[in-house]
């Protein structure tokens, strides 16, 4: 069976806008800041840098021998399950 090396295990692969994307919301919910002032805007700018490296190290380093999951599919079987958990009024 064939290895496959594939970001996040999706097809297509996570994008380098949502690798940052991802960071960013990380260290915004860890920091508390979601809009940072001047003093602050430094050392959190550099924080998503080096999460946006990690991340895009660990997804790089990811091999799995199951074959890549649809986002697509992924995304509509996550908004089914959200329609069950929080019904509309």
Do not use: C, Y
């Not at 509509?76 to 329609?83: E, L, Q, Y």
């Amino acid at each position: 069976m064939p290895q496959h090396q594939n970001p996040a295990h999706f097809e297509p692969p996570a994008t380098e806008d949502e690798i940052r994307a991802s960071a960013v919301q990380f260290v915004r919910k860890l920091s508390g800041f979601a809009h940072p002032s001047r003093r602050t805007r430094s050392p959190l700018d550099r924080a998503v840098d080096q999460v946006t490296a990690a991340a895009r190290e660990l997804l790089g380093s990811l091999v799995t021998n199951a074959p890549p999951r649809d986002r697509e599919v992924e995304a509509a079987k996550a908004r089914a399950r959200a329609a069950e958990r929080f019904p509309t009024a």
